[in-house]
Nanobody
């Protein structure tokens, strides 16, 4: 049974930093990533990382956010620096199963950036 457990969200002032973690279990995942959804808006990609450490970022977070993963722990991280109020959203972890290619989602963690 696949499970994704996120942690690390919270309230931070503009310019501050947070680190999100996503602990996955139940399979091996080819790609892991983070998406976010603000109230009234569509879910959008933040960053992804492959099992070979190839990364991809949304233009809005390039240079501020860093995605990484620890394959031994099946855990993905998102270090968010220089946070802006527009980064406020629910951040959701995504993982693609290496064998079935099915996508799995975490429950989401709230990130709120105050101005």
């Amino acid at each position: 049974q696949v499970q994704l457990v996120e942690s690390g969200g919270g309230l931070v002032q503009a310019g501050g930093s947070l680190r999100l973690s996503c602990a996955a279990s139940g399979s091996i995942f080819s790609t892991m990533g983070w998406y976010r959804q603000a109230p009234g808006q569509q879910r959008e990609l933040v960053a992804t990382i492959t099992i070979g450490d190839t990364t991809n970022y949304a233009d809005s977070v390039k240079g501020r956010f860093t995605i990484s993963r620890d394959n031994a722990k099946n855990t993905c991280y998102l270090l968010m620096n220089t946070l802006k109020p527009e980064d406020t959203a629910v951040y959701l972890c995504n993982a693609r199963d290496l064998f079935s290619r099915r996508d799995y989602w975490g429950q989401g963690t709230q990130v709120t950036v105050s101005s």
